[in-house]
């Protein structure tokens, strides 16, 4: 008799759980295919912010070159680096983390800021993450339209056919950002107070992550904690070794595969599980 409780309520468990991770498949899946209703989102929410300026999201990428020059000249004297290698290795971290980091920030009033939009209409929660990750990716495009330029003009040597890898690392690490993107959005909801501490985290990791400084400065454990032990050197490195005419170290590929399934399963795992409590918690 205690057997057949137990076989009911493990099948029960099993019946239950089923239909959740359906939904939550469904949700990822059909907010991926409304593709035309987050990029239009994602382009008015671009346009809403530059509203009433002239060149609109290229004040990103102005301020971007005004940031990148100024420690340039300054961290190549400090390190003493040529200052036409390390003006094109600090623009490339740059770009990305710029983009890494917003996504990172945003991601905690995901579902906070947009309460209004997904109880008014019937929306896949996906859609949302969806729709942050395009709207920092349309405006870091214009940031590495204006990185090629100035390669171009000052450093042709950088580009070879390794550059063309640009492309899957940029999918990978998009990849990647719509999970953050959901995790963050969830947990943020739940405990409102972890926006601070992602926004703490994330300040301090722009100068504990090799992107002022090259990663070959440190060795031994030091080397360990903040290079190869760190997710976001792999995120960056993997789009900066293109965007420098190399290929990816193959660690930093394996890392970054592995950070993509692990951050994936957690996020599905989570996602599964509390997907239909969002509403009750925003």
Request: charged share 10%; with cysteine; proline share 4%.
């Amino acid at each position: 008799m205690h057997g057949q409780t137990e076989f009911s309520m493990s099948h029960s468990a099993r019946g239950t759980l089923s239909p959740l991770a359906i939904s939550a498949g469904r949700d990822l899946l059909n907010g991926l295919r409304r593709w035309d209703i987050f990029t239009r989102l994602g382009w008015l929410e671009v346009q809403r912010r530059y509203r009433r300026t002239v060149i609109g999201p290229l004040w990103g990428a102005i301020n971007l070159g005004v940031m990148v020059t100024a420690f340039g000249i300054v961290g190549g004297g400090l390190l003493n680096k040529d200052i036409y290698d390390y003006l094109p290795f600090l623009g490339a971290g740059m770009m990305v983390w710029a983009m890494i980091s917003i996504i990172l920030n945003e991601s905690c009033l995901l579902f906070v800021s947009n309460e209004n939009l997904f109880r008014q209409i019937r929306l896949n929660y996906s859609t949302l993450a969806y729709m942050l990750v395009w709207r920092n990716f349309i405006i870091f495009l214009h940031n590495i339209a204006v990185y090629f330029l100035l390669i171009v003009l000052l450093a042709p040597h950088l580009l070879s056919l390794a550059t063309l890898l640009v492309i899957p690392a940029l999918a990978v690490v998009l990849i990647n950002a719509v999970w953050i993107a959901l995790l963050l959005g969830m947990i943020c909801l739940r405990f409102r107070d972890l926006q601070q501490l992602v926004a703490t985290v994330t300040q301090i990791s722009m100068f504990i992550t090799p992107i002022f400084w090259p990663p070959e400065s440190l060795q031994g454990l030091r080397r360990y904690l903040f290079v190869e032990a760190n997710p976001l050197y792999s995120l960056i490195e993997i789009v900066r070794a293109p965007l420098l005419g190399k290929c990816p170290p193959l660690e930093v590929v394996f890392i970054t595969i592995a950070i993509t399934t692990v951050g994936w399963a957690l996020t599905y795992y989570l996602f599964v599980h509390f997907r239909k409590r969002i509403a009750y918690w925003a």
